[in-house]
């Protein structure tokens, strides 16, 4: 079965500090992997897609299949990018379903 | 350009009472369409999706169901609620095709089961 774990339910950084957000999948095909990101009182949306090999909003994600990992990236937190944040999956056989974790909050301080 | 409607915004039901929550999405043809809920601590639960009319794939046993009367449009409803409805529902819709590039969401209906 597909599933998608962000271990993490808060992550508490300053102003410049450095942000990883992990996320661990578990799926025996190929999976597509995303990142969507909440902003208070905003739709959840979009942040990047494994397959674009993108970076947005200076936040990057390596898909490690050796490690099943997807972790979000940013080497420099600034307070705007406070949000809550969800790693999804969907497979290349069955694209139409979409999993998401369990979210991790970023709380950036200044 | 597409759009996602999702009503209504909030809702207080008593146990018991039953649920009608309705999606529509405007400006593309046969979208896959999705009911998510989020609850504390669970994060974004897929209750339901659906590639074309009448054609619903549901990911939880529970006590809600869902429907597509039309293309465009999801509902997703219950006879009797439980306290344990309560949560955040979200609707979603994606491009029908062989990749998955973008889940678009609603506002989202924050029900509230007293």
């Known amino acids: 079965a597909q599933r998608v774990t962000q271990p993490e339910k808060l992550l508490s950084v300053f102003k410049g500090a450095p942000v990883e957000l992990k996320c661990n999948y578990s799926y025996s095909g190929s999976p597509e992997l995303f990142w969507y990101v909440q902003y208070s009182r905003q739709r959840l949306q979009l942040l990047l897609r494994h397959i674009s090999r993108e970076s947005i909003k200076g936040f990057t994600a390596d898909l490690n299949k050796g490690e099943t990992s997807f972790h979000l990236k940013k080497p420099f937190a600034q307070e705007e990018d406070s949000a809550m944040y969800y790693c999804a999956l969907t497979s290349t056989y069955n694209t139409d379903k979409l999993i998401f974790g369990t979210g991790t909050r970023l709380q950036v301080f200044p | ?114």
Do not use: M
């Open chain 2, 1 to 114: 350009s597409q759009t996602i409607h999702q009503w209504p915004a909030t809702l207080v039901q008593p146990v018991g009472s039953p649920l009608s929550l309705e999606c529509t999405v405007e400006g593309t043809s046969n979208p896959n369409l999705y009911w998510y809920r989020q609850a504390a601590g669970r994060g974004l639960q897929l209750l339901f999706y659906s590639v074309g009319i009448g054609q619903i794939s549901s990911e939880v046993p529970q006590n809600l169901s869902a429907s597509r009367p039309q293309d465009r449009q999801f509902i997703l409803s219950s006879k009797k609620l439980l306290l344990s409805d309560s949560g955040f529902y979200l609707c979603a819709w994606s491009a029908p095709g062989q990749q998955l590039t973008e889940a678009f969401f609603g506002q989202g209906t924050r029900l509230t089961v007293v």
